[in-house]
């Protein structure tokens, strides 16, 4: 190998240890870049606020459409729907949306539910105060169940947004025990400050 194939050698193995330290660098930095792409676009709900439920709001005239949808991950085998298409609101009034989800099976199975505003921009106004998408939810065999979510949109929602869409998705939990999340939702719920329980 002659002084001139060194140096060609030389410059491509620089090259591409160069590359490679690029690669693990776009990698590492790939999570936070979705991050900030999901808050951005509201993309898996990221952008969605969320508030208490005597948040004081300013009510509008302004109406907008809410439309409603809602489906199911093929590993869950449950049926889930909204239980109204679609509602005209009042931009900063409190309202609610009832879903409806029932296990189709005879073993009792935990899912969690990820949502979506679209348009992307919209889910920076869309504020919920109690959704069941906060937990994971457990159906015991053949049992269903409604599901609501209580939400407002702020009156300050740019002008040029009509129609909002709030989509559902629930997904199986393969690693959660239905058993031991029952009894951590039973114990919990009867727990209360006066009674020492």
């Not at 919920?128 to 053949?142: D, G, I, R, S, Y």
Request: glycine share 6%; hydrophobic share 40%.
């Amino acid at each position: 190998m002659n002084a001139g194939e060194r140096k060609s050698h030389r410059k491509l193995v620089r090259k591409l240890v160069l590359l490679a330290v690029a690669m693990f660098g776009f990698g590492f930095a790939l999570w936070p870049l979705y991050g900030v792409f999901c808050d951005l676009t509201g993309l898996g709900g990221r952008g969605v606020k969320v508030a208490e439920n005597n948040t004081a709001m300013e009510k509008s005239d302004r109406q907008v459409k809410v439309r409603f949808d809602a489906t199911v991950n093929s590993s869950l085998p449950w049926a889930f729907r909204a239980l109204q298409k679609t509602e005209t609101i009042a931009l900063g009034e409190m309202n609610e949306a009832l879903y409806f989800a029932e296990n189709t099976t005879d073993q009792a199975i935990v899912g969690q539910a990820i949502y979506n505003v679209t348009p992307p921009e919209a889910s920076l106004y869309f504020v919920k105060t109690e959704c069941f998408c906060f937990t994971q939810q457990v159906l015991q065999a053949n049992e269903s169940r409604e599901m609501p979510v209580y939400y407002f949109i702020q009156p300050d929602l740019p002008d040029y947004i009509k129609e909002i869409t709030l989509s559902y998705t629930f997904y199986r939990n393969e690693n959660a025990d239905p058993v031991a999340l029952t009894s951590s939702l039973d114990s919990n719920a009867g727990r209360s400050p006066g009674n020492g329980k």
